[in-house]
């Protein structure tokens, strides 16, 4: 059995302090639904790493190569002698270099976005219907505050949802059955 | 429309911004009807009369061979330059204010940059031969040639167009889950979709302001390079007031400067007629204000540079370019662009006029007249008075060009017309970050108000 209970919270601190005291209780780590980035979320379930930067990094090194490789083959592919100078010329083509540093930076960004953060999610099994591995409450894009537990037995269930009314929650809803 | 600010819940900003979607009233019919066929009239009939008759139906000939279609491609080019840019500005120095205004302005570059890419193709006469811009093997075994300027504009450009078409969707991905669970049918097909299923995790929150300020610090230098290189196209050439060291930073303080004047026109576009008067405040002016005046006066300082160098350079080709934009037969449209860019924005300094909305909007205006006139000056003024007398030449624009150069605005209206019915056009949770969070108790007071 895997359920997950939702407790919805009028406030931010409540639903920090309900997390909180559900990582404390052994019930895994919480997972935080908020209508705005909440702060203080680090302090409570412990730091949190991403990837997108290693993306971006890469991003940026792809581009910046094959900025230069692109002007710089095409040239020699179709040469084209100016005055006597060089066929492949640094000044004009560190501004495709940098160009395409960028663009690739942009776009490897957006990748590593989507990776770290698990997005699309349901996007083509069924966008009319969400995830069910996945809880959503649509309250928390609007005013609410949610804290999403997994619970893998009755005992946890029955824990999670008590812990969740001592901290606060307006209402505990067990989102897997009601999908 | 709701109470004070200081009364303004979460729910208001989110019932506020969904109205502004999926609530349409006949005028927004009318004023979409009307841009339609404007653009349909006055800019995409004479493009096909041009592309039909040839591109002598343009006023351009020997030798003022580009008109008023690059110098339309530079303004474009200009006014997206504030949306986007001062959007990463602001979000990295954390300025709360860029909130409640930062979506349209990026909508502005956004729509700003299709415009003038379109421009291009009007430009160039045969624009099915565009694809010959970019690198691909093809039979005629020819490459672009990337040590030309106007090959860095295609890159520049592109990666301009391609990452301010990122950066407003990555902000606006929670706004489309919000919107997404108060539509029905085809809207919420497409909200959901567009939103990827978002949840608004902490995760997915850490995620997303990691990649947005990435894209922020990438985005900067972008814009800057975009209208460095733009101006390249022209100071790379040795045409007499053309090639000017200064006319990068010139052609990015001029962008910047039209840009926002741009923002403050959609601003007041989108208090007025979108019933958002609550979130676009007098602040936003005030601050947009501050900006014109600083930006007013930078650009005020490289033209004194610009004719000082000329003047004292002593060249006699680069004093008679110089003489001839002063006083000769284009000399009105001059001091009409130091009236209404140079002077005009002195009236900045005074905060009553800063904040008063009507007054602001007929500035914002005045100085893009002004930008757009600047642009015409550099185009036609240089390539009339070039070293030989016996190639001087004057450029009058014809019918054609004149009904193009007002249909692009048609067309940039309309965009930004559909834009407001798709795009939730203030962003919701970063208004809602400005105000204060939900407190514990009292109960009554659950919801916050704006810091």
């Not at chain 1, 999610?121 to 005013?143: F, H, I, M």
């Not at chain 2, 990649?211 to 100071?235: C, E, G, K, N, R």
């Not at chain 2, 000769?328 to 209404?340: C, N, Q, R």
Request: proline share 5%; charged share 15%.
């Amino acid at each position: 059995m895997k359920n997950f209970v939702v407790g919805l919270f009028g406030d931010p601190e409540s639903a920090l302090a309900a997390a909180g005291s559900i990582q404390t209780a052994d019930l895994g780590t919480p997972e935080l639904m908020s209508p705005v980035p909440m702060e203080g979320v680090e302090e409570v379930l412990g730091e949190k790493k991403s990837v997108i930067k290693r993306f971006s990094l890469f991003g940026a090194i792809f581009g910046g190569i094959s900025g230069f490789l692109l002007a710089a083959i095409t040239a020699v592919l179709y040469a084209h002698p100016t005055g006597g100078r060089p066929i492949i010329t640094f000044p004009p083509y560190l501004i495709i270099t940098y160009e395409l540093t960028i663009l690739f930076g942009i776009v490897f960004t957006v990748i590593g976005f989507f990776v770290s953060a698990r997005l699309p999610n349901g996007l083509w099994t069924a966008w009319w219907k969400q995830d069910e591995n996945r809880p959503y409450v649509p309250e928390a894009a609007v005013n609410k505050f949610a804290v999403s537990v997994t619970c893998t037995s009755n005992e946890s269930v029955q824990q999670a949802e008590a812990i969740l009314r001592t901290a606060g929650a307006e209402e505990v809803r067990d989102v897997t059955e009601e999908n | 429309m709701h109470g004070e600010p200081n009364q303004l819940k979460y729910t208001d900003i989110h019932n506020d911004v969904v109205r502004s979607i999926v609530e349409t009233g006949p005028n927004y019919y009318i004023a979409l009807v009307t841009a339609f066929a404007l653009t349909l009239i006055c800019f995409f009939f004479p493009w096909f009369y041009q592309l039909y008759y040839g591109i002598g139906a343009a006023g351009m000939n020997h030798p003022s061979v580009w008109g008023t279609y690059l110098a339309s491609f530079i303004f474009w080019i200009g006014l997206s330059h504030s949306g986007t840019l001062l959007s990463c500005v602001l979000h990295i120095t954390n300025s709360s204010w860029r909130k409640a205004m930062y979506r349209s302005a990026e909508a502005m570059t956004l729509f700003s940059l299709v415009v003038a890419a379109i421009m291009v193709m009007v430009h160039v006469g045969r624009p099915w031969f565009i694809h010959w811009a970019a690198p691909y093997p093809n039979q005629m075994e020819m490459w672009p040639n990337f040590r030309s300027p106007l090959l860095f504009d295609v890159m520049a450009i592109t990666t301009y167009l391609t990452g301010s078409t990122i950066f407003i969707y990555m902000g606006s991905i929670p706004d489309f889950a919000a919107v997404r669970d108060r539509t029905r049918g085809w809207r919420n097909t497409m909200y959901s979709l567009m939103s990827l299923g978002w949840r608004g995790t902490d995760t997915e929150w850490h995620r997303l302001h990691w990649a947005y300020t990435f894209l922020a610090v990438l985005i900067i230098p972008l814009a800057v390079s975009v209208h460095s290189i733009v101006s390249w196209d022209f100071a790379m050439s040795i045409v007499p007031a053309l090639h000017q060291t200064i006319f990068a930073p010139y052609f990015v303080v001029g962008a910047i400067y039209s840009g926002t004047a741009g923002i403050v026109t959609v601003m007041f576009v989108l208090r007025k007629f979108m019933d958002f008067g609550q979130y676009i405040t007098e602040l936003h002016f005030d601050n947009l204000g501050k900006l014109l005046l600083v930006l007013s006066l930078l650009w005020t300082y490289i033209n004194v540079v610009e004719v000082f160098t000329g003047f004292y350079s002593g060249a006699s080709g680069e004093t008679e370019a110089l003489n001839y934009r002063l006083f000769g037969f284009y000399a009105p449209l001059y001091w009409e662009m130091i009236t209404f860019c140079a002077i005009a924005p002195l009236l900045c300094a005074f905060k009553s006029f800063r904040t008063s909305f009507v007054p602001m909007l007929v500035l914002s205006i005045a100085i893009n007249i002004g930008m757009y006139t600047e642009r015409f000056l550099i185009v036609a003024t240089s390539l009339s008075r070039q070293y030989l007398p016996d190639a001087w030449g004057l450029y009058v624009p014809s019918a054609v060009e004149i009904s193009i150069l007002l249909g692009t605005f048609a067309l940039f209206t309309t965009l930004f017309l559909l834009f407001v019915k798709v795009f939730p056009s203030v962003s919701m949770y970063e208004v809602k970050e400005t105000m204060e969070s939900p407190k514990k108790s009292p109960p009554a007071a659950s919801e916050g108000s704006p810091a």
